[in-house]
């Protein structure tokens, strides 16, 4: 498609479950990023990846976070044990080569509610 | 560790004014600078990319400058309209990963 796609467009999760998100880039991009934004609009890189490989995943919580970019499927964040401070807006953006010449195309973002 | 600060955190201006937002990076050594929109409840829209070796760009009412060296960048918007109300942030391409740094964002409100 023309544009990110991301589903769902909200997510209400008790403390303690799992949450899933996913997110289809735009058809030709081979770099898929995932950021997370918290308030007060803190935005925080969390993982990237060129095809399904991981590129950068410095920014991941890795106790309780992963995510996966299979060929011929939405890529996905998972989340397990939730915590309230996952509470945030989820994005994903992908770009067509990686390097400086590439905007960033953002999605519209996944809310995850954590009670 | 890059940090990139913008200010004002909110703007409101009546409509026709030209305005300016400004952003700045405390490391010199980023590789573009991109400008978004955000607004309420919605994603990022990308605005403007300004790479490293250039000194602006422009889109419509919109131009966005970067000066590396003193390591910052404004957004220019000609003939502020209602329809330009939104959050605009700015962010930072730094390093060989190629995730971006991102400011907190101007909330600007246009007034009719």
């Known amino acids: 498609g023309e544009e990110v796609a991301q589903t769902p467009k909200h997510l209400v999760r008790g403390e303690g479950q799992k949450a899933k998100l996913y997110c289809a880039p735009i058809k030709g991009h081979s770099y898929v990023f995932w950021y997370q934004q918290v308030l007060k609009n803190e935005f925080k890189f969390l993982i990237s990846?060129?095809?399904?490989?991981?590129?950068?995943e410095t920014g991941m919580p890795k106790e309780r976070f992963s995510a996966k970019c299979l060929p011929n499927s939405p890529c996905s964040l998972e989340i397990q044990a939730t915590k309230l401070e996952d509470s945030a807006v989820y994005f994903c953006?992908?770009?067509?080569?990686?390097?400086?010449?590439?905007?960033?195309?953002f999605g519209p973002g996944t809310r995850l509610t954590v009670t | 560790k890059q940090e990139v600060t913008q200010i004002p955190a909110a703007l409101s201006v009546p409509e026709g004014e030209n305005l300016v937002l400004n952003c700045s990076f405390t490391d010199s050594a980023i590789y573009n600078l991109q400008w978004f929109r955000q607004d309420p409840g919605k994603g990022l829209t990308s605005l403007l990319l300004i790479q490293s070796s250039q000194r602006e760009q422009t889109s419509g009412r919109l131009n966005a400058s970067l000066d590396k060296s003193s390591g910052r960048s404004t957004l220019y918007i000609a003939a502020s309209q209602p329809g330009d109300s939104a959050t605009y942030l700015c962010?930072?391409?730094?390093?060989?990963?190629?995730?971006?740094?991102f400011g907190k964002g101007t909330k600007l409100s246009v007034k009719p």
């Open positions: 962010a930072v391409w730094e390093g060989s990963q190629g995730n971006l740094i």
């Open positions: 990846f060129q095809n399904e490989n991981v590129f950068d």
């Open positions: 953006a992908s770009s067509r080569q990686q390097g400086p010449s590439y905007e960033q195309y």
